[in-house]
């Protein structure tokens, strides 16, 4: 991002519904009289909240985020409300999204439990804690809750900044909630407002944030290769980050479209398009033996080997 379009963005003042390609008319899907609450106001609960608005699955007023700090105050849609009040959140809505790093979640909780709130089976915590699983979670979040038959739903997700486009990849976690259970249905619903959701045993959370939650940020830095490289055969950097960007894009169109469509059968890989953009002898292939040789693929199996030994280290943390 350039230093002008950062000072644009400090300036720009409240987000507003139509910028979002709200339409006025969308009928809201979450009951009127319930709301969808964020403790953490940063990158990841403006993903979330900003596809339930982009869909109109809800309205700015029934969303709800708390942070300490007003630095993404205005980086949320309006009407909804931002306040620096946690207990607010929980008490005023029915799903509750937990969204701030792990590291402040003992915190966060303390702030509850000194302000003696409970809670019980009328909410939904939805926690997006890298690292986090259940079973620690509910033991964190059990002075919060006096009565253990009537108890919220607690369901781990792991989504990507995609979602604020309608792009992403949510993995979602539970321990043996019915499936026909209203909160579960409902956190799913909310949750594809911001792209596909993939339901996972829990084992698999920290390997599927490697490469779905991290992903992004992996393929942002071969983007910035591949334009230094570009740069260094004369291509103007602006230049070379547009047809990047057109790139990763339309890349993603075919593999989206042309892999799902060969779906099952053996030609659903992404070598087949791979090997239908090298002709004998040509370009492409003298660029592919160049990757290989540099250990590309090595280098992405490590990456996303030790994004998730990381996710495992900051759950063991989390457990002391
Ligand atoms: N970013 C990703 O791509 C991604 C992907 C998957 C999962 N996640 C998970 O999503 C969570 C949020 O990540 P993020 O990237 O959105 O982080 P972020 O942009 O740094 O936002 C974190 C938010 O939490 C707030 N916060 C800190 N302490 C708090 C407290 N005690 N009570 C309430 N709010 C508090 C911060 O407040 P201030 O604004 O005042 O600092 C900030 O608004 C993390 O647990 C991360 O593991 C992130």
């Not at 997700?157 to 209203?182: C, F, Q, R, W």
């Not at 370009?283 to 080997?305: M, N, P, Q, Y």
């Amino acid at each position: 991002m350039s230093k002008g379009q950062e000072t644009n963005e400090a300036n720009a003042g409240p987000v507003k519904a139509s910028e979002m390609g709200m339409e006025d008319s969308i009928e809201h899907h979450v009951p009127m009289w319930s709301k969808v609450g964020f403790i953490g106001a940063g990158n990841m609960a403006q993903a979330v909240a900003t596809s339930l608005i982009r869909t109109g699955l809800c309205i700015p007023a029934q969303i709800i985020a708390s942070a300490p700090s007003a630095r993404y105050k205005f980086h949320w849609p309006q009407p909804m409300d931002f306040c620096h009040d946690n207990v607010r959140v929980v008490n005023e809505a029915e799903y509750i999204f937990l969204a701030m790093k792990p590291q402040y979640l003992d915190q966060a909780i303390q702030g509850l439990v000194n302000d003696k709130v409970v809670l019980n089976g009328s909410k939904a915590i939805v926690s997006m804690l890298v690292g986090i699983d259940l079973q620690t979670l509910k033991k964190k979040l059990s002075p919060l809750i006096p009565d253990s038959n009537n108890a919220p739903e607690i369901i781990r997700i792991m989504p990507n900044v995609a979602m604020k486009y309608g792009k992403g990849v949510t993995g979602l976690s539970h321990d043996n909630i019915k499936p026909d259970n209203e909160h579960l249905m409902m956190t799913q619903k909310i949750l594809e407002q911001g792209g596909i959701v993939e339901v996972i045993p829990e084992k698999l959370m920290n390997a599927f944030g490697a490469i779905a939650g991290s992903g992004a940020a992996y393929l942002f830095l071969v983007m910035d290769a591949m334009a230094d490289g570009a740069v260094k055969q004369g291509i103007p950097r602006d230049m070379a980050l547009r047809i990047g960007t057109q790139l990763l894009k339309g890349a993603g169109q075919l593999a989206h479209k042309d892999l799902i469509r060969l779906d099952h059968a053996a030609q659903a890989h992404p070598a087949v398009l791979k090997d239908s953009i090298c002709s004998p002898g040509g370009s492409s292939i003298a660029g592919i033996h160049a990757l290989e040789k540099a250990g590309v693929r090595c280098a992405f199996i490590d990456a996303i080997e030790a994004a998730k030994k990381r996710s495992d280290e900051i759950g063991a943390l989390a457990k002391e």
